[in-house]
């Protein structure tokens, strides 16, 4: 069906932004896997799966068949997790033209590689423009149409002002920064101090505690990301600071709610089970701690949770290794 732009995956933020292009008067396609939720989008105009009390315009539409979805869009939106963004680049690079702007909405980091995202989204379609948007975007907030800026970044950055100017609206900010490496850098290391935040708020340390993981996380994410090439001004900007700070406070959270029930006692998996969705900031922990193992990057905030996480270390033991490691000035 034609449509402006094409979202891949029916989740909180690809539902949230559809429905915001949506009431922007675009003609928007959604692909969903999931039959009852293509149901759902197209009959009730809701998607109560993901996000409750959001209603869906008109010009969204929802369809089963990835081909029908994309095949006529411009803009195609990658909206699914980072761990699964090569199979779906794998599962369309057969059936989108090169001239289609790829667009991530993922934070992360693959597992394996160690690659960014882009570099994983240009391994599979090489001749596809690609752009970043990141940002502190909580898909709750938007599908209320209250106040987000976000940024977007391209290794060719005419199509980061195309994509730009597509999403602007009066409640949804976009702004434009040419470091690629720094946007999705901040995006993915955020979510590992966010976790660390709700363990300490599982725990029932303070805001002092807080406030401790919160600065000293901005350093290792501008440690790691300048490392790989990023400007420690991103870290500072929206990708990072001001990710950071959404994540580890936030009500929506998923990687602070895991954190928080991992403070309280529960196992890793039993905290992604009741979060109920993907919790990036878990497989995110294990690839920037071995990443800063070959880097050979201090990141003692990073350390602790993996293994917190990977080795069973209990949360508390871990708050003290960080506490009495060797003084130094900031």
């Keep these: ?32 896997r999931c039959s009852e939720v293509v149901e759902e989008i197209n009959t009730q105009r809701t998607n109560h799966r993901y996000l409750n009390n959001i209603s869906i315009p008109e010009g969204v539409t929802a369809l089963n068949s990835l081909e029908d979805a994309i095949r006529e869009a411009r803009y195609v939106v990658l909206a699914v997790p980072s761990h699964v963004i090569r199979q779906t680049c794998r599962n369309i690079k057969d059936i989108i033209r090169d001239d289609q702007v790829i667009i991530s909405i993922a934070k992360g980091i693959e597992l394996e590689t160690k690659k960014r995202l ?22 709750e907030e938007v599908a209320m149409f209250l106040p987000t800026t976000v940024v977007v970044t391209s290794e060719h950055m005419k199509y980061a002002d195309e994509v730009q100017d597509l999403f602007m609206t009066a409640e949804f900010r976009v702004y434009t920064n040419e470091d690629i490496v720094g946007v999705e850098i901040g995006g993915a290391v955020k979510n590992i101090i966010a976790l660390a935040a709700g363990i300490s708020d599982g725990i029932g340390y303070g805001d002092n505690t807080k406030a401790a993981l919160m600065t000293r996380g901005m350093h290792e994410i501008t440690r790691i990301g300048t490392r790989m090439g990023g400007s420690s001004r991103t870290f500072y900007g929206l990708t990072g600071m001001g990710d950071l700070i959404v994540t580890c406070t936030s009500k929506h959270s ?19 089970e009741k979060v109920g ?40 033991e871990a708050v003290v290794k960080l506490m009495t490691r060797d003084k130094k000035s900031e």
């Excluded at 599979?124 to 990141?134: C, F, G, R, T, W």
């Excluded at 998923?254 to 992604?272: D, H, K, P």
């Design 1 to 32: 069906m034609k449509a402006d732009i094409a979202f891949i995956g029916g989740g909180s933020f690809g539902t949230a932004l559809a429905a915001m292009l949506g009431r922007k008067g675009l003609k928007v396609n959604v692909w969903d």
């Design 118 to 139: 882009s570099q994983v989204i240009k391994d599979e379609l090489p001749h596809n423009p690609i752009v970043i948007l990141s940002g502190p975007s909580h898909a």
């Design 254 to 272: 998923r990687n602070r709610s895991a954190g928080y029930l991992i403070g309280q006692g529960a196992t890793r998996e039993e905290a992604v």
């Design 277 to 316: 969705m993907v919790v990036e900031g878990i497989k995110a922990c294990k690839a920037f701690y071995e990443l800063k193992e070959e880097l050979n990057v201090s990141m003692p905030i990073t350390e602790q949770l993996y293994k917190v996480l990977f080795e069973g270390k209990n949360p508390k």
